[in-house]
């Protein structure tokens, strides 16, 4: 192989990571439509997570915080959790779309490194194609039960990538704060301790000596989420990954991620997932997801 082409010129090469992106990101749900000219138009809800989509082709319309926006092919728009929203195709010309259902502490903070947040939902991709390329991707990794969250991660990662290079070329990678890296803290104690059923608001703020209402004013306002919630869904998230395994049912998953009492972890997934944690381990619903 001496012929073989060199990756670099330097023979030696390193670069140091200092933008420090954790994985405080869980992909719930990918998908893809393509909606009909008599379709009904989603009527005014609330969701309880992050939705971006991604409009492949065709027109529509986007309302949120009673402000409407007009959506045509290579536009995207963000649904914020907790927010009054709707949206409809264009009678005439109905759109197609691929979208993307997440949570996580750093939910916020990856749609602001595109310059999507509740105050400016919507924006026109100026080259689209390599994003559309990239979705197609998203959406066909998602057809493989291997490694399902790591495949499609990746993909919504470059995605992400690449729509931040395009929107701000010249700015330096974001610096945290102190109060930010206090919570990254906080992130990391849940992620080692969630099994803990005593792992809570009060334990953690006694943990890191904050009073309980500043931590959780604080956490609310770098990641978007309360504390109670993020615990939740990062122990949901970890229930999914231990139910994807044929020999672990609905108790052992419930007590490996701190619930004693596995009626109520039943009752708190079905509430996420829409779908009972029983349901979720049968091979014929991983089969369609």
Not at 173 to 188: F, K, P, Q, T, Y
């Amino acid at each position: 192989m001496k012929n073989s082409k060199s990756v670099l010129k330097d023979k030696v090469y390193f670069k140091f990571i200092l933008d420090n992106f954790d994985s405080g990101f869980f992909p719930l749900v990918v998908g893809h439509e393509i909606c009909s000219s008599d379709k009904e138009k989603w009527s005014p809800l609330i969701k309880n997570h992050f939705f971006i989509h991604f409009v492949l082709n065709g027109r529509g319309f986007f309302t949120i915080d009673k402000k409407s926006y007009a959506i045509s092919g290579g536009d995207l728009f963000l649904i914020t959790p907790n927010t009054v929203c709707s949206w409809e195709p264009d009678r005439a010309d109905p759109w197609e779309y691929i979208w993307i259902e997440f949570n996580g502490a750093n939910a916020k903070f990856l749609c602001e490194t595109i310059g999507l947040k509740r105050e400016t939902p919507a924006y026109t991709v100026k080259n689209f194609e390599p994003v559309r390329t990239e979705l197609i991707k998203m959406i066909n990794a998602s057809l493989s039960p291997r490694l399902l969250s790591v495949r499609v991660t990746a993909h919504i990662y470059l995605i992400m990538a690449m729509l931040s290079e395009e929107r701000f070329p010249y700015e330096c990678a974001r610096s945290r704060s102190r109060g930010e890296l206090n919570m990254r803290g906080v992130i990391d104690y849940i992620e080692k301790n969630y099994a803990n059923p005593a792992t809570t608001l009060d334990t953690i703020g006694k943990y890191f000596h904050f009073n309980s209402s500043y931590l959780s004013r604080a956490f609310k306002k770098f990641t978007g989420i309360t504390l109670k919630k993020y615990i939740t869904n990062f122990r949901m998230q970890k229930a999914c990954e231990l139910l994807e395994h044929d020999d672990c049912n609905v108790t052992i998953a419930a007590f490996s991620v701190g619930y004693s009492d596995s009626l109520y972890f039943s009752r708190l997934f079905k509430s996420l997932f829409h779908v009972a944690p029983s349901r979720y381990t049968s091979s014929n619903y991983k089969s369609q997801n």
